[in-house]
């Protein structure tokens, strides 16, 4: 098969699809990888180190996109819309349930897309969705401490105190994969955690983790309203697979919060946990809306996309290696990554998606047959 890696250009995304470890695992199983020249810079990968596992250089992007398979990272964006074609085979991010754009794009070109974050084991874990979650949940409370500042509109407190004074209040709503991660990362720089979550599961075990490090709570409107006056930082970590995520914080309800306080929703890709969340980037990342900062990047692992990229491709070499050997049979014989396949020949294929945009959704199998 002819895997094509395009650079990615949505606004300062500095991760590539492959690196130069995966584009070699295709070469040895006797495929050809397409590699547009300086698709890896800004993850640290050369052009040489492409050149050397085998890559074949192409100077545009055009010709990367015109292999069967395009690997990538974040969704096509509009200006790559045209590249999109009933026989090509894409598996990147999409998150389609809030981009009605991309979806019809996809639809009306008739391309198989499937998306990393649905791809889901039969113990309903999301393997290629979870490294970028946990970036983006250690992430969350870095940008959440800089946007506390003053300068940056914040309240103009320090996350861990000093002696003498407290430390920030972080509210983190969700225990999943992102929430715990956040959590993580917040109490290590000394703030005071309140993680929400409606899994009792969930919350046992950060309460068996952190032994009194951090409070726990089960999610309900009372909860939240009562919670939400003091909380200086509110981390958006609720995730429902391929679906858009539900609203807990409603725009009436910002003006409980203290003015300057900081919402960092890491569920702007699902659409957002907060009413008044829309997605930025990281060259304008944050608003202010009833005096609360948001900030709501779509892509924050692209900040540091070394980490994020080696991160990522651990876990979808493996797909990617199956899905050039097998090709599209490869989704009737791997039911995990079958989940993963969002829209194929005009149709969707996952039911949260259809459900989301108001479409109508054929099981998989009965496209692929």
């Known amino acids: 098969m002819i895997i094509g ?18 584009v070699k695992a295709l070469v040895l199983h006797g495929h050809q990888v397409l590699v547009e020249s300086g698709a890896g810079i ?23 996109w015109a292999a069967q398979m395009v690997v990538k ?8 819309y045209a590249f999109l074609r009933q026989d ?40 290629l969705l979870t490294p970028m979650s946990e970036v983006a949940g250690r992430m969350a409370p870095q940008v959440g401490a800089v946007h506390l500042q ?50 009792h599961d969930r919350l046992k075990y950060l309460d068996d983790l952190y032994r009194g490090q951090l409070q726990t709570r089960i999610s309900n409107a009372y909860t939240l309203e ?37 919402i960092v929703d890491v569920a702007v890709d699902q659409g957002g946990c907060i009413e008044t969340t829309r997605p930025t980037t990281h060259s304008d990342p ?4 009833d005096g609360i900062v948001h900030y709501c990047v779509a892509n924050m692992p692209g900040a540091v996309p070394r980490t994020s990229t080696i991160a990522l491709n651990n876990q979808t070499a493996s797909y990617i290696l ?19 396949l969002n829209t194929c020949r005009g149709f969707v294929t996952y039911p949260a998606i259809g459900t989301a945009l108001g479409l109508e959704s054929v099981e998989p199998l009965t496209v692929l047959s």
Request: hydrophobic share 45%; proline share 7%.
């Open 5 to 22: 890696l395009p650079k990615e250009i949505k606004d300062n995304e500095f991760r590539v699809g492959m690196t130069p470890s995966t």
């Open 42 to 64: 800004g993850s640290a990968f050369s052009d040489d180190e492409y050149r050397a596992v085998g890559a074949d250089l192409v100077p545009s992007a055009e010709q990367a």
């Open 73 to 80: 990272v974040k969704e096509p964006i509009a200006s790559e």
């Open 88 to 127: 090509l085979l894409l598996f990147t991010f999409l998150h389609l349930a809030s981009n009605p754009a991309l979806a019809a794009a996809l639809l009306s070109s008739g391309t198989t897309g499937i998306a990393y974050e649905t791809v889901q084991t039969a113990s309903g874990q999301l393997p």
């Open 150 to 199: 003053k300068p940056y509109g914040g309240r103009g407190v320090l996350m861990g105190g000093v002696p003498g004074v407290a430390p920030a209040n972080v509210l983190v709503l969700g225990a999943g994969i992102v929430g715990s991660n956040a959590a993580r990362v917040a109490v290590g720089m000394g703030a005071q955690v309140t993680v929400l979550d409606i899994s």
């Open 226 to 262: 009562t919670l939400l006056p003091t909380a200086d930082l509110v981390i958006g970590a609720v995730l429902i697979p391929g679906g858009r995520a539900p609203w807990l914080i409603t725009r009436a309800l910002l003006p409980t919060m203290q003015p300057g306080a900081v």
């Open 286 to 289: 944050s608003y202010v809306v």
């Open 322 to 340: 199956q899905l050039a050997d097998a090709g599209i049979a490869a989704l009737r014989d791997n039911a995990a990554l079958r989940y993963g």
